[in-house]
């Protein structure tokens, strides 16, 4: 299971953290990813980090913004949101990666809201 946690309302050019911790069977996780989904919008990837190693990837919209994190004693992933835009505002879900690749099958979590005021 995935827990999302930390969503919320800020002003533009905030910041929020958002945590998802992971339980269960997480010795399988190959990466963690976020996406979002705006109000009317598709889901959209975000950012994700690999489970070992240092590897990481972030969209266009939110790099020198946002940094992903993970702790592997707590199974948790973490996404530092700094300068927050009203853009930004969406529903922000957690996944894990599981398997030996990218293309792994993913387990969602809940999502967590985030609202960015102008």
């Known amino acids: 299971q995935l827990q999302a946690s930390g969503g919320g309302l800020v002003q533009a050019g905030g910041s929020l953290k958002l945590s998802c911790a992971a339980s269960?069977?997480?010795?399988?996780?190959?990466?963690m990813r976020w996406f979002r989904q705006a109000p009317g919008k598709e889901r959209e990837f975000v950012t994700a980090i690999s489970w070992r190693g240092d590897t990481t990837a972030y969209t266009d919209s939110v790099k020198g913004r946002f940094t992903i994190a993970r702790d592997n004693a707590k199974n948790t992933v973490y996404l530092q949101m700094n300068n927050l835009k009203p853009e930004d505002t969406a529903v922000y879900y957690c996944?894990?990666?599981?398997?030996?690749?990218?293309?792994?099958?993913?387990?969602w979590g809940q999502g967590t809201l985030v609202t960015v005021s102008s």
């Open positions: 269960g069977r997480t010795s399988n996780i190959y990466g």
């Open positions: 996944t894990a990666v599981l398997g030996s690749s990218w293309s792994s099958p993913s387990l």
